[in-house]
């Protein structure tokens, strides 16, 4: 065997025994790319499961006025665009719908396929041309840039497992005067409510003003309007609130 052979063949001795060692265990043959972090906060607080998407019967709550009692305290108005976020069964879908005119537009957004696929149902068998419905994601309400005047959440903000995140998200969304309208209980968030110092304290985190509170017992509750208010912060700058024992 010649010297060069010679020394070809020891340099693959060499490869192949530093191939099996490797196989011993002793070291990860492959390296792990660690996880991407998320870069918002988690909330302090429980959340309170998806139970239903009827939150009371329709004529019961049109015999206290609820979305008209709602609609006035946000200031809905013919020709707005309305998002009606967590739509469920379409009870303010349709009365929003009416509310805004064909000179308006309401967008009906749910999570659940089923629910939303229902409500595109209902919407259709009452021809409401100035209706769209679509699947929202639970920590993203996927709304185009600079297109809505309200954005309405009744009774499942408290259902928001990420409120940070869907809020940072939802902002680009409203117009320059745009609100969002909040309507939930006093109560805490297990328990289907939101204490109104952590809703306030959540929005606030994102950059979002409270422009207005008041008690609303026909909705089982109260009404709150935010607007958002200076720069967006980055997800990495958000500080989450700390009320949940409080």
């Known amino acids: 065997m010649s010297h060069a052979r010679a020394l070809t063949s ?18 990860p043959l492959i390296k792990r790319v660690a996880k991407r972090t998320d870069p918002f906060p988690a909330a302090d607080r429980p959340v309170a499961s998806i139970v239903s998407s009827r939150w009371s ?17 946000a200031r809905i108005k013919p020709g707005m665009t309305v998002a009606d976020i967590g739509a ?3 009870y303010y879908t349709i009365r929003l719908a009416a509310r805004v005119g064909e000179d308006g537009r309401v967008l009906a957004e749910d999570i659940m396929p089923a629910t939303r696929d229902a409500l595109a149902e209902r919407v259709a068998r009452q021809r409401l041309e100035n209706v769209s419905v679509r699947l929202g994601r639970p920590a993203d309400p996927r709304l185009p840039a600079n297109s809505f005047d309200r954005v309405l959440m009744v009774h499942m903000y408290h259902e928001i497992a990420q409120p940070y995140e869907f809020l940072w998200r939802m902002r680009p969304a409203l117009r320059r005067d745009g609100l969002v309208v909040v309507v939930d209980a006093d109560r805490s968030t297990q328990n ?14 994102v950059g979002y003003r409270q422009v207005s509170f008041e008690k609303m017992p026909s ?9 958002p208010e200076g720069p967006r912060p980055a997800p990495a700058a958000i500080r989450p609130c700390r009320l949940a024992t409080r």
């Open 10 to 27: 020891a340099v693959l001795l060499i490869a192949v025994a530093g191939a099996l060692a490797a196989c011993d265990g002793s070291q």
């Open 57 to 73: 019967n329709e004529e019961e709550r049109d015999r206290l006025n609820e979305a008209g009692a709602v609609m006035d305290g």
């Open 88 to 90: 469920g069964e379409g």
């Open 192 to 205: 289907h409510g939101t204490p109104p110092a952590l809703l306030r304290c959540e929005f606030a985190a």
């Open 219 to 227: 909705a089982g509750g109260y009404l709150a309007t935010f607007r």
